[in-house]
């Protein structure tokens, strides 16, 4: 059975555990994808070409010009692991806060004088098409980087981020109904089984990767309830001694990459074991 608009976004993540023939990957692309757990599918949003479907399986060619028959170079993947991740993009000092004893950041240096980790900031903004956050944090979030892209005195490194930020759906969740922007999406979650609730329901529902950029509550929250596929942390090289940690419990990790940049920042991306 041939299938096509099989998959929501090409920036969907797919979980290759279930790998049987072929490979995903080819050449430095391949390589960077497999060192990030991907597979590297081909195409425009809603319009993947899959070359079969069988027994809840499906093998993708790995090239969209030129696609591979049947058990050659396909990766094939259950239909069970095609789902919207969900990412937690903070940054962290080198002593693991993410933010000071009273939510202050001011040992937080902007990547104004480092244009790659800047454009990586961006390469991971845009990799997402929804962010996520708590209120009254989102508004304020929201609200900032529209009025910085409007601003014709905002800088360009920081004006490359709030076009990529604007771009998302932002959605906010509160545990009682509130008055938010037009173009903002609120949710209630009460407690924390309707918060697992209504969050799984955004990743059953069509669409990319899904950003959540803290605050420091929302973070711990999502850390605690074991909602990030992946954490991308950029560590800062400064230590404040005292301050707020993301994880609040004991959580397993698996390292899935570092990078550092002439800043001093490293980039390191975990997922849960």
């Known amino acids: 059975m041939e299938v096509t608009d099989a998959f929501p976004s090409r920036h969907n993540s797919i979980n290759t555990s279930t790998t049987q023939r072929g ?10 994808d497999q060192l990030h757990g991907l597979c590297p599918i081909y195409g425009d949003k809603g319009n993947m070409d899959v070359s079969s479907i069988c027994e809840n399986q499906l093998y993708v060619p790995l090239d969209k010009a030129n696609p591979t028959p049947l058990y050659q170079e396909a990766c094939l993947i259950s239909i069970g692991d095609i789902m919207r991740r969900i990412f937690l993009y903070m ?4 002593d693991g806060f993410v933010a000071g004893p009273n939510n ?4 937080f240096t902007p990547p104004m004088n480092d244009e790659e980790l800047n454009r990586d900031i961006v390469e991971i903004v845009e ?3 929804t962010w996520i956050m708590g209120y009254p944090t989102g508004s304020g979030m929201v609200a900032y980087w529209k009025n910085a892209q409007k601003n014709e005195k905002t800088q ?4 490359a981020i709030a076009r990529a930020v604007n771009k998302l759906h932002p959605i906010v969740i509160s545990n009682k109904e509130e008055q938010v922007e037009p173009g903002m999406e609120l949710l209630v979650a009460r407690n924390d089984e309707e918060f697992v609730r209504v969050v799984e329901e955004i990743k059953q ?6 950003y959540v950029p803290g605050g420091v509550r929302t973070g711990q929250k999502f850390a605690r309830l074991g909602l990030i596929d992946d954490y991308i942390l ?3 090289p400064v230590a404040i001694g005292e301050g707020k940690r993301l994880f609040t419990s004991k959580v397993h990790l698996k390292l899935v990459s570092t990078k550092a940049y002439k800043s001093g920042v490293i980039q390191v991306r975990y997922r849960p074991r």
């Open 91 to 94: 940054t962290m000092t080198f």
């Open 234 to 236: 950029m560590v800062h």
């Open 104 to 107: 202050d950041l001011d040992w």
């Open 23 to 32: 490979r995903c990957g080819r050449g430095d692309d391949g390589a960077r």
């Open 156 to 159: 360009e490194w920081e004006m």
């Open 127 to 129: 990799s997402a098409d």
């Open 205 to 210: 529902k069509k669409g990319g990767n899904i």
